[in-house]
């Protein structure tokens, strides 16, 4: 039976979407609670859809489409996601995404990611703490070495403020698959909690030793560019759902790549950017329901050929 907290988390997505309009025909999934996983290193629970903001939230903050990011991060939050993934180089995303944690008024069921692109230590401490003010936060839950950038001083840095309570994870990234070796031999060197990295139907090359190793070490796993920077949902454009998607609660093109991934159980959670609260809402459905199985999952590869 499901608790109170799942009751009232299922009936805040069905009015998230619901609020937007007609957008799926399969709406009556909105009752499910969406899934989460654990954080290895504590045990908390993470869901597994989050908000990327790369692109989508660079914009100044008089902006009028901050209202209407305002309204993606106010479907994340009612679908009982929590996750948003920024940076500094994302332009003004920090800010953007600070000003909206601020004005949805519920830090608490935010989970602040961000990460620090410099080199050397006064640099790395200087734009670290520019992120807490962007953000608008005294801690932020985590903060990874962008593109594994100055790793072991930038490591070391992030140790301290995590020891101080200022930052409660941290880890390391990378959006290439040319950089996964680099990836793996940091995380057999240094002791992290996270790691993100880009995985999709057309970018594999994680399931041979990264995520594995992630598994059996007890790492946190981000995934970046599920879609490709939309160019796997650019294939399939104009072609039909198959009736086979039905089989796995699947409603969207964009569902099948995300249920894709999230069928690793390596993974921990996925983050698609969107400046769309519709996209948000679809998003959101994919953490619900049946995933694919080992077949199914060939027969979503094939469908992107």
Not at 27 to 42: C, F, G, M, N, V
Not at 43 to 70: C, F, W, Y
Not at 91 to 99: I, L, M, P, S, T
Not at 263 to 291: F, K
Request: glycine share 6%; proline share 5%.
């Amino acid at each position: 039976m499901p608790t109170r907290r799942q009751l009232i988390q299922r009936s805040a997505i069905a009015a998230a979407i619901l609020a937007l309009g007609p957008l799926l025909p399969s709406l009556l999934r909105a009752a499910e609670a969406l899934r989460t996983r654990p954080i290895p290193a504590t045990g908390e629970a993470l869901p597994v859809i989050g908000l990327g903001t790369s692109i989508t939230h660079n914009m100044s903050l008089d902006d009028p489409k901050m209202q209407r990011l305002l309204e993606v991060l106010r479907v994340l939050v009612e679908g009982g996601a929590s996750l948003i993934d920024t940076a500094p180089s994302y332009g003004n995303a920090e800010r953007v995404v600070g000003e909206l944690a601020k004005r949805l008024g519920q830090r608490d069921k935010v989970f602040l990611a961000t990460k620090v692109s410099s080199t050397g230590r006064e640099r790395g401490m200087a734009q670290i703490e520019a992120s807490f003010q962007a953000l608008q936060t005294d801690t932020i839950d985590l903060i990874q070495v962008h593109n594994l950038q100055d790793t072991a001083t930038q490591l070391g840095l992030l140790r301290e403020l995590k020891q101080d309570g200022r930052v409660r994870y941290i880890g390391v990234t990378h959006y290439l698959e040319s950089a996964h070796d680099r990836l793996l031999e940091t995380l057999k060197q240094e002791k992290v909690d996270f790691v993100q990295f880009n995985y999709s139907v057309s970018e594999r090359n994680a399931e041979k030793q990264l995520l594995p190793y992630c598994a059996d070490n007890g790492i946190a796993t981000l995934i970046n560019r599920p879609f490709t920077r939309g160019n796997l949902l650019s294939r399939v454009k104009d072609k039909p759902l198959p009736a086979w998607a039905a089989d796995i609660d699947a409603s969207s093109w964009a569902q099948l790549l995300l249920k894709f991934i999230l069928a690793e159980p390596a993974v921990t959670a996925v983050i698609p950017a969107t400046s769309n609260p519709r996209y948000m809402a679809d998003n959101l459905l994919a953490g619900q329901g049946r995933l694919p199985d080992a077949r199914q999952r060939q027969m979503i590869v094939e469908a992107f050929r």
